[in-house]
């Protein structure tokens, strides 16, 4: 599923997170990509809401590297911003949690494509536009549909 989303403010993104996130199921692995001041942990915070985890404990894990906020599924949520690329010969904390409950990625842009081709991801690019925000959405999960 490939679909682009368009967002005119915060609160529009904040619900478009809330509609991914009542429609994961608990093991995906959700990687947000953008620029400085996109959205990204915006969209986040939705997606969290739908956990029933309070929009107000969500914040942008940039110098602790991950949160854990427990909700209807534990939600793992990293930044990776500070870190960058990572060479390819070292372990990716990401991996520890893959499976565990729901994982997402700020800043996914810097893991590798391996990531992207995972079966339980969903890819999710928001851009900067003269109207707000884009918002673009792929996986190959069936039940994902905005």
Same mark, same amino acid.
């Given at each position: +599923?490939?679909?682009? /989303?368009l967002s005119s403010g915060p609160e529009k993104t904040l @619900? /478009? !997170? &809330? &509609?991914l996130g009542r429609l994961l199921r608990g093991d995906e692995v959700v990687l947000v990509s953008g620029e400085l001041g996109a959205g990204k942990t915006v969209f986040?915070? !939705?997606l =969290? @809401? @739908?956990l029933d985890?309070? $929009?107000? #404990? %969500? $914040?942008?894990?940039?110098? $602790? /590297? +991950?949160?854990l906020y427990n909700g209807k599924v534990d939600l793992y949520h990293f930044d990776l911003y500070r870190l960058g690329l990572m060479p =390819?010969? %070292?372990e990716n904390p990401v991996d520890e949690y893959i499976g565990a409950g729901i994982v997402v990625v700020e800043? @996914?842009?810097y893991l590798g494509p391996d990531y992207f081709a995972l079966p339980t991801a969903v890819a999710i690019g928001i851009e900067a536009d003269v109207d707000g925000r884009r918002?673009? $959405? &792929?996986? #190959? /999960?069936p039940y994902i549909a905005l």
């Open positions: +599923m490939n679909s682009t /989303l @619900a /478009l !997170g &809330r &509609r986040i915070k !939705g =969290a @809401a @739908a985890i309070p $929009v107000e #404990e %969500v $914040v942008s894990p940039s110098y $602790v /590297l +991950m949160n =390819a010969e %070292v800043w @996914a842009q918002i673009s $959405v &792929r996986t #190959e /999960l």
